[in-house]
């Protein structure tokens, strides 16, 4: 059987330039599909950068203007790996070029930019992604499947946080190489959107809609050097965030993200109560779920700790044998599986731009909530 | 020496009757005062109930009428074991009694409540104490240690949480044997008064106090039959309450609390994150501390499992040997160690009804911004 | 319903001397039976702290001499809490004496000495049991259930460690208060008579009988300042003992212990694998559980982490409620609340002597293999 | 800088296959280095898996005959991933040949052979390494880092598990696809040489030599049908071993290996007691390791889980950011970027041939130790 490939060009070299240029050269060696990406082109701003990742990861040339790769016959689809206020742009561009589109999350930097971005994409109805990777974590992916059992019955809570500690140092300067994410023109806002993105990507999809929100952001670090000026600026970013909520389904929703929780590199736990069943999650040991089945015998209840290694767990038959764990790189690889599958079948794979719109109303309702005190309802994706 | 008897004449003959109880006969095997505690009278509705828990457990006499207790000479301290709707009537007349005063927690059914208390505890002179018995946890009290060597800096963030199960099943009336905590009538608020005054109590001992909180409340139940008619009622009190707020040093709060997480039988959890270390601890394990030090050497850095055994842990040297635990009831025991020696110096033992008070305003400031959907500060003690 | 008095001499009063005392006050409080424990003599050499001890613990009287407290008419069980090598001389002359006999552990100083104490005893027809307390850990219990129920099938491995590390300090003496147990004379042995033989007592009662050993010892540090003389002597205990073995029912044994495990206090674990499911457990976290079910649906399969704290939990409806633990010292109330059960029923509490026989014929084939490098069976109780 | 081409032929495409070639390929993307795999050939007996393998990992063409790789001049580094009883034969070639050889672990199927295997790769003076992966986990190079540093003092205990549950299907046949390490013949011994050589490698690496060793072994399932017969025979090989012994430098060993402990898909776990210092580590969460230093301040003691994922951790620098955990794979990527590195500076990387003789040789004395029932030594690499 012949193989069809499928031409990326990359915009962005940066870290996650690094995790989909992994994914796109594991994908093949590890999971089946019609579509074999090749690594085509690779654009950045910084020329010498760019070509030594493009070197050491194989793509096959360079561009130093995005519009280039857009402009390009050879290129099937655009992978966006820019910060988050070039998303819009770049996406539209490509979109209306005919191309398909892969873009970091999150989608956009608020809601209606994030709206004409999907009008747009619908519009030239291309295949379209957000990499919201979390949800190809085996042991994530195998905790949608307990939902989709029934198992839980109906659901109490729902809670997540995502506590990291990179940020405590007051002498990190807002903005430059690898710190745009403090830098709120770039980065639209700060662990909202960076952090609680995702935790709210994964609710949506396990839990289904927020109907609304209250919240209470903070900035511990008022101001920092800007690399832009080189002098110390108000910074703009929440530097942590909580919010509170009800989902549609009648379940409570507590949510928490810092930069400013010292011990935690990148602890994202999620845990969700049922009727008749719990699940609980976290990021530093990505490789196990923890369930507890009210149904087990009394005397003999836990909450068991599954190793997610096994060949029926999610994704898990493709890697190695029970027992030996894979790591955060292969969430990318999974999700560029799922859209060459979905290339295969023609059902797109989600998050879909349309998917990832939801979670930017709820950031931005979030954020609203923060500045004004009071509940804020989350509208509806139409 | 000889030492001092102090006679107890408990009122409530109940859990915390048992809990109490216990305490009162073990501390003198245990830890060093002056005083010695001595079961004098048990006071209680039902005779036959009362007198096996009087035999059972060693005291003198039994009472029917609680005024009874108040009255007898003989009597030292009274130490309320009810419900919380009687504890301010039975509190101030004791008071006005010249007894001095042990009170379950919470210290009332709201804040004015607790206000008239603490007027009257304070214009009689008496030793009085509540009994928030976490702050004696062992592990809890090194966090508090911990926190007072400076360790941890600047704090960002306090969250806690108190997760249990055990009302998922909507044929539990509300009242009745066990079940007063259902009545909203009985016990003036849910989870709130009865699981979060635990947390609050705890984070104002070692964070200090809060200021301005919002919150949301929840009755997933809505209806039980109530023990008092027979008939289904709807039900008052809140199931689930999970609060956001802002401590007086600068750091966030993230509280919840929950009768509907399945799993979790009496999940306290608190974590502390500071610019230098942070600390967390839960009471399903509450013979261990962890805590991470940002300032042990980089490579070789990880939050420490702390195995509260020593004998230079607090309290510990009283009881076993390192590696041996002790559990949930040796918390009451410290908690009358800690007022005997109280008694011996004259400091009264923390916290007292002023001290309780503060988390008295801030579960109304929690209730009323749960109904109101507002932000609202909390009255400072005066 | 008027309950028989038990009148308890206690011989000794060290730290087991505290944690019995402790049980017999305490098992009243939580435990039905027709008999009463009632703390009649105490007796030890050195009279100042024995009278501390009799205060503090509320013993009535006390004696200088054993013979005394076996002479008396008013005590009907004697308690053995002394140094190992005059466990036998006290428990046969209390047996001939017609006293019921508890005895602390080891049994004796070895096999033959043992041999000589079952006779004694079941010639004198009285009740007797050894302490050995780790049976009545709820979750060792809980374990034992497991078993009974058929749940593991064939077993294949039985593993069990007893680590410390209190004696890595070359400084600490051998003999003199709180260290007999690192004089050979007094302690018969060293770890091997002190931890592994909680270690055996509890696998031959869960697991059935060792039928042939190949051990290890080592002394880490060879010569200690010893008390009686003053001088540095030889040390003639062994601090480690590792050994192997064969079970009667087919499975593996591997057993270790050591004081010089540094970063553990007292870690007693075992784990018994069989063909369908597995249990672990640890004393560090007594009140826990592991057991893993490989008949749970196969995704869904984990370690179960089961919190000890449910009413239908072996002798935990005695104590709290869910979610609350217990320590260690419940362990000895246990101990003794199925020792006064046993004598309301008539069927004597385990381990009897007899059952304790055993522990010291493995005991002293571990011994003789390590001494000779060379496999031992291990004789039968007859 | 242009870089050296290191053209490789591999010969076996079963799991080791896969691991290899996925280690050749990700290497240049993750480590520098002036030498750059090329996937040159395979080479395996079933022509129809092997071109699927060629064609899904890259490998340039395909032999049907190891001796063709051996014999092509266009090979450079022959890596042997066949069953243990051809990688002698094979190995001894390609030395020959002037080829350097990469060769599964483990070496051989006993020392005598190993030893031939050792004398011709050192006459062919050509580069050669032994895969025994789990010395590139991270967090046992860690501790292999912190024993190096001298933070443990006197090491007293080195003990180490591997313990696996797949083979406790009776139904499993000896031999056939997968299923040659139940063959004695093609794997020469059981959990010996599969697992406990992993065991035994690390610990002779971290701490020193094995001088003498006491063993058992068991075969649970005595008989299995035979792939080559298709009827049940007699196995021939260990399902679990367990084996005692003592390090030159003092400390003891405690190993155990089985491929019938329920529950455990690859749990090999390892900890060092030393006299200041304990380090513990475990395959299930290879991203951990657990530190205990007991120069910590007193009440501040505890076991340190470290998350190996920082920057400064060993080879995570070249992988992502902190927090985000690797995997199993990842073992290998790290033993081809020191082989490549060895191959830039001329010191190869170990284990070499002969440092794997030594776990050869200490096999050997284990199943000796097994069959006689007696202590053996172990004799010295010369």
Redesign the interface.
């Known amino acids: 059987m012949s193989k069809k490939k499928l031409n990326v060009g990359i915009i962005g070299y940066g870290?996650m330039g690094r995790?989909h240029?992994?994914a796109f050269?594991?994908v093949?060696?590890f999971f089946e599909s019609g579509h074999v990406p090749v690594l085509k082109a690779a654009c950045g701003r910084d020329q010498a950068k760019l070509k030594a990742y493009a070197d050491?990861?194989g793509w096959e040339s360079t561009e130093s203007d995005w519009r280039a790769i857009i402009n390009r016959s050879d290129i099937d689809v655009v992978d966006i790996c820019t910060p988050n206020d070039s998303h819009a742009e770049i996406a539209i561009a490509a979109a209306r070029a005919g191309k398909m589109v892969m873009c970091e999350k999150p989608l956009s930097l608020n809601g209606p930019q994030g709206e004409e971005m999907v009008r747009e994409i619908e519009k030239a109805g291309v295949a379209n992604m957000v990499w919201y990777n979390y949800r190809r974590v085996p042991a994530v992916t195998?905790a949608k499947?307990?939902i989709e059992s029934g198992k839980l019955g109906r659901i109490?809570?729902y809670?997540a946080k995502f506590?990291?500690?990179?940020t405590?140092n007051a002498d990190l300067p807002q903005g430059g190489a690898g710190l745009w994410r403090l830098d709120a023109a770039a980065a639209g806002s700060g662990v909202t959107g960076d952090l609680l993105a995702h935790c709210i990507d994964t609710a949506v999809w396990l839990n289904g809609s927020l109907d609304t929100v209250?919240a209470?952001t903070?900035t511990?670090v008022k101001e920092r050097v800007h690399s832009a000026t080189g002098k110390k600026e108000k910074v703009g970013i929440d530097d942590?965030c909580?919010?509170?909520?009800?989902f549609s389904n009648?379940s409570?929703a507590?949510f928490?993200s810092?930069r400013?929780?010292?011990?935690?590199?990148?602890?994202y736990t999620l845990e969700i109560?049922?009727?008749?069943?719990?699940i609980a999650w976290d990021?530093?040991?990505?490789?196990?779920?923890q369930?507890?089945?009210?149904k087990?015998e009394?005397?003999?209840?836990?909450?068991?700790?599954?190793?997610v290694?096994?060949s029926?767990?999610p994704y898990m038959g493709n890697?190695?044998?029970?027992?030996?764990?894979?790591?955060?790189?292969?969430t990318f690889v999974h999700q560029v599986a799922d859209f060459l599958q979905g290339l295969d079948t023609g059902k797109f794979a989600s998050p879909t731009f349309r998917d990832a719109l939801e979670t930017q109303y709820i950031c931005d309702a979030v954020l609203e909530s923060a500045a004004t005190?009071?509940?804020v309802n989350v509208p509806k994706v139409s």
Chains 1, 2, 3, 4 share one sequence.
Do not use: C
């Open positions: 870290f995790t240029a992994n050269r594991k093949s060696n050491k990861w195998l499947q307990i109490f809570h809670r506590l990291q500690d990179w405590i209250s209470m903070e511990f942590a909580t919010f509170m909520g009800r009648g409570l507590t928490e810092t400013y929780a010292r011990g935690h590199k990148a602890l109560n049922g009727e008749n069943a719990s990021l530093h040991d990505l490789h196990r779920l369930f507890f089945d009210y087990d009394g005397r003999f209840r836990g909450w068991r700790s599954i190793h290694t096994d029926d767990h890697w190695w044998v029970p027992g030996l764990q894979i790591g955060y790189e292969h005190g009071s509940w």
